[in-house]
């Protein structure tokens, strides 16, 4: 999941983006002022945007007014230091999905994150399922089988995403647009390594393969995949 912070303190920006990227689920690009926050927001493809109100260039509502009238649906997390209810309204009536006033503690927002994270690809529960293969997004502990095995950060965020998006197939082009950094040099054949690794150690070993490659399109993961 890669996910932009628009924040122009640049202390509290490093921060944000230690704390986030802290999570195996994320990756963090930042910007400190709200026209390359903005431009960023309506070129790059996120799947969060935690954005601060009062921002050098544009402010934090007209962004988001443009990024929804641009017809992204992108989640939208504002932080505000003006924690007064107006702006709370005002925030929710142009688009966005949860709020939290500074100061603020990590582990919340990195919870509020998460809920708008699954809430987008409209999963209700935290624990992601597909066949005997379990994902858990609060403790990122995978098991299959009942048998529980730590993953490396990056196998793990490329795991998460192919759960969210269980049963539909997902393109080389979308996963490095999604778990990786936009200073990332981005290759194709580093997701054909990734999944191989993934693959080794989610599917080596059992009956089902729940991981399938789609010639020319992309990867599933699901219990069963016609064509396969
Ligand atoms: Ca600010």
């Given at each position: 999941?890669?996910?932009?912070v628009?924040?122009?303190?640049?202390?509290?920006?490093?921060?944000?983006?230690?704390?986030?990227?802290?999570?195996?689920?994320?990756?963090?690009?930042v910007?400190?002022?709200g026209?390359?926050?903005?431009?960023?927001?309506?070129?790059?493809?996120?799947?969060?945007?935690?954005?601060?109100?009062?921002?050098?260039?544009?402010?934090?509502?007209?962004?988001?007014?443009?990024?929804?009238?641009?017809?992204?649906?992108?989640?939208?997390?504002?932080?505000t230091?003006?924690?007064?209810?107006?702006?709370?309204?005002?925030g929710?009536?142009?688009?966005?999905?949860?709020y939290?006033?500074?100061?603020?503690?990590?582990?919340?927002?990195?919870?509020?994150i998460?809920?708008?994270?699954?809430?987008?690809?409209?999963?209700?529960?935290?624990?992601l399922?597909?066949?005997?293969?379990?994902?858990?997004?609060?403790?990122?502990?995978?098991?299959?089988?009942?048998k529980?095995?730590?993953?490396?950060?990056?196998?793990?965020?490329?795991?998460?995403?192919?759960?969210?998006?269980?049963?539909?197939?997902?393109?080389?082009?979308?996963?490095l647009?999604?778990?990786?950094?936009?200073?990332?040099?981005?290759?194709?054949?580093?997701?054909?390594?990734?999944?191989?690794?993934?693959?080794?150690?989610?599917?080596?070993?059992?009956?089902?393969?729940?991981?399938?490659?789609?010639?020319?399109?992309?990867?599933?993961?699901?219990?069963?995949?016609?064509?396969?």
């Open positions: 999941m890669r996910i932009l628009v924040e122009d303190e640049v202390r509290l920006a490093e921060n944000l983006k230690a704390g986030i990227e802290s999570v195996p689920s994320f990756v963090v690009d910007s400190h002022d026209e390359d926050g903005q431009h960023l927001a309506l070129t790059e493809k996120y799947d969060a945007i935690v954005l601060d109100l009062m921002l050098p260039g544009i402010d934090g509502l007209s962004i988001l007014r443009t990024i929804r009238d641009s017809g992204r649906d992108t989640p939208v997390l504002i932080l230091a003006r924690n007064t209810t107006e702006d709370v309204i005002r929710l009536d142009f688009g966005s999905d949860d939290l006033g500074k100061p603020f503690e990590m582990g919340e927002l990195l919870a509020r998460k809920a708008l994270v699954r809430r987008s690809f409209h999963q209700t529960d935290p624990v399922r597909v066949a005997d293969l379990t994902i858990d997004t609060r403790s990122h502990v995978v098991s299959r089988a009942d529980s095995f730590p993953l490396p950060a990056l196998e793990y965020r490329l795991l998460e995403y192919l759960g969210m998006r269980a049963g539909q197939v997902v393109s080389k082009e979308e996963l647009e999604h778990l990786y950094d936009y200073n990332w040099e981005k290759f194709s054949n580093v997701i054909e390594v990734y999944v191989s690794k993934l693959r080794s150690r989610i599917d080596r070993g059992h009956a089902t393969q729940l991981i399938h490659t789609i010639r020319g399109q992309g990867y599933v993961l699901a219990e069963s995949w016609e064509g396969q």
